[in-house]
């Protein structure tokens, strides 16, 4: 398992909430701006996609190419923050984010579409222990050990962060410590290893795991599901929003369920399709991090 990530002091949550850290490191990696073919797409992953099968990616990858009718790269780092700068600074085409990133920069990103889980463009936060554990609601979490996601992750974060805040409380102030994962498998993992009492995590990728890894998600309970809000999605800059490439990425996205190829990637990735939307299916996120925002 990947060593838990030593927790950010109050300074960098905050500045992780208003988003500050987002020019200092597009500034840090813009020398290494991804490689596409030429005339191709480039195309980021967060960990909030399901990206460790090889042949999911390939499949994915050829999908894409023979969909658009040109070379795809498929680009990924380990945290939220890097994909969104790469985005922000161009040297992404579309990258498939989090609601939060999206809510954070709406005045400068376009959706390209949003997956369908289970049918509907939507999914849940959980907050997860132990199989076994005595809490019963998120009261009994006080003064545990607690698991996030990422900084910048909607359900791995921000919907635990608004909910302390609705209690008057921080992260700092109602657990013992915090520690960032950087990925939703790894908070199961460390969940389920005993070293956090409780966990923030992607409702979706809790499920799928169920399936895919029902030894390890055996091993967790979930404690609290939060309302539906938008699922991650897939976004560009507003300026390319209008491009034949990005044209082309949407009604690939959108053509997915009609596709043999498509149709394959999509099983691997639980999911039923890929729709347009409107940014108002974000507005439940955004409230969560104005909210966060006025509790600063």
Not at 97 to 112: E, K, N, S, Y
Not at 122 to 146: C, K, M, T, W
Not at 204 to 219: D, F, I, N, Q, R
């Amino acid at each position: 398992m990947q060593k838990p990530a030593a927790r950010p002091g109050p300074g960098l949550t905050r500045r992780a909430m208003m988003a500050a850290g987002v020019v200092a490191c597009a500034l840090s990696i813009a020398r290494q701006r991804p490689a596409a073919a030429a005339g191709g797409l480039s195309f980021g992953l967060t960990p909030v996609f399901l990206d460790s099968d090889i042949q999911l990616l390939a499949n994915l990858e050829a999908y894409l190419e023979r969909a658009t009718g040109g070379p795809v790269a498929l680009v990924k780092r380990r945290t939220y923050q890097e994909i969104t700068a790469l985005l922000l600074t161009g040297q992404l085409d579309a990258a498939w984010i989090c609601g939060f990133p999206f809510v954070q920069h709406a005045d400068r990103l376009a959706l390209v579409g949003v997956p369908l889980f289970r049918g509907r463009p939507l999914y849940q936060s959980y907050v997860i222990v132990r199989e076994g554990a005595p809490a019963r609601d998120f009261a009994d979490l006080r003064g545990g050990i607690h698991a996030f996601s990422d900084p910048e992750s909607n359900s791995g974060f921000l919907v635990t962060r608004c909910l302390l805040a609705d209690l008057g409380a921080t992260p700092d102030s109602f657990f013992s410590r915090v520690f960032f994962t950087y990925g939703h498998r790894n908070v199961i993992r460390a969940v389920a290893a005993g070293l956090a009492q409780s966990g923030s995590v992607d409702g979706y990728v809790w499920e799928v795991m169920k399936e895919t890894e029902p030894g390890l998600v055996g091993a967790t309970r979930v404690l609290r599901r939060s309302e539906w809000l938008g699922f991650p999605p897939v976004a560009c800059l507003r300026s390319a929003a209008g491009q034949p490439g990005v044209s082309a990425l949407a009604a690939a996205l959108q053509g997915m369920a009609g596709d043999p190829l498509g149709r394959t990637v999509l099983a691997e990735l639980r999911l039923d399709g890929f729709s347009a939307a409107e940014p108002a299916l974000f507005d439940g996120i955004a409230a969560k991090y104005a909210q966060v925002r006025e509790s600063l």
